[in-house]
């Protein structure tokens, strides 16, 4: 279990490097990524962004994907994308 916490918190210091374009800051400070979860050197979560600009941010989550990729201790990533609607 504290291999997963550290795993955890590896992804997350990697994606403080992954900047949105629109607002310059790193895709945790944006509140855009959900629950990280870890087992087993599998890392899965979804990244929420606006329903009209999940195509172009279609590269704002492959970039999420290959820096998690890179945290030494994962062995696959999933990113999904998850398109809400304006509040």
């Known amino acids: 279990m504290i291999m997963s916490e550290a795993l955890v918190e590896g992804v997350k210091r990697a994606l403080r490097a ?3 374009p629109a607002t310059g ?3 945790l400070e944006n509140g855009m990524v959900e629950t990280v979860n870890v087992r087993d050197g599998l890392v ?14 279609e ?11 890179a945290v030494p201790g994962v062995l696959s990533v999933t990113v999904v994308m998850t398109a809400h609607r304006e509040a």
């Not at 979804?46 to 009209?52: D, F, G, M, S, T």
């Open 44 to 57: 899965q979560f979804a990244l929420a962004v606006p329903r009209e600009r999940a195509r172009e941010l």
């Open 25 to 27: 800051l790193d895709v």
């Open 59 to 69: 590269p704002l989550r492959q970039a999420c994907e290959k820096a998690a990729a």
């Open 18 to 20: 992954v900047k949105d």
